[in-house]
C-alpha cells in the first residue's frame, strides 16, 4: 500500500545565481499523475530598475518530475499577461532544467 509519509521527496527550486528557493514536498502517487503547485517569488536588490527582464530557472529531478508548466504569473499583486517564455529545458539522468524569462524589468 501506498504511504505518502515514507514517499515523500524534496523538490528544491533555485533561483540563475544558485541560491535556493522554498522547498517543496512531492508525493508520487504509482500510475497516477500528481500535479504541485511551486510558488516562485522575484525581487529585485538594486536601486533603480533592472537592465534586463526577469528570468529564471528551476532545476528538479528528473525521476520525481516530468514536466513543468508556468499556469500564471503575477506582477505587483496584478495578473501579468504578457506571460513567461520558455527559453530552453535540458534533461540528463540526473536533472531536468527548465530556462524561462519574462517581459518584466524588476525595480
Known sequence: MFDPKVSRRQVLVRDPAGHQLRPRLYSPLPEAVVTVPVRITLSSVGPGVAPVAASFSV????????????????????????????????????LFETRWTTRAKLR
Open 59 to 94: 532545476g528538479l529531478d528528473p525521476q520525481v518530475v516530468s514536466d513543468v508548466r508556468i499556469v500564471s504569473a503575477r506582477l505587483n499583486d496584478k495578473a501579468y499577461d504578457a506571460g513567461v517564455r520558455l527559453l530552453s529545458d535540458t534533461r540528463t539522468a540526473s
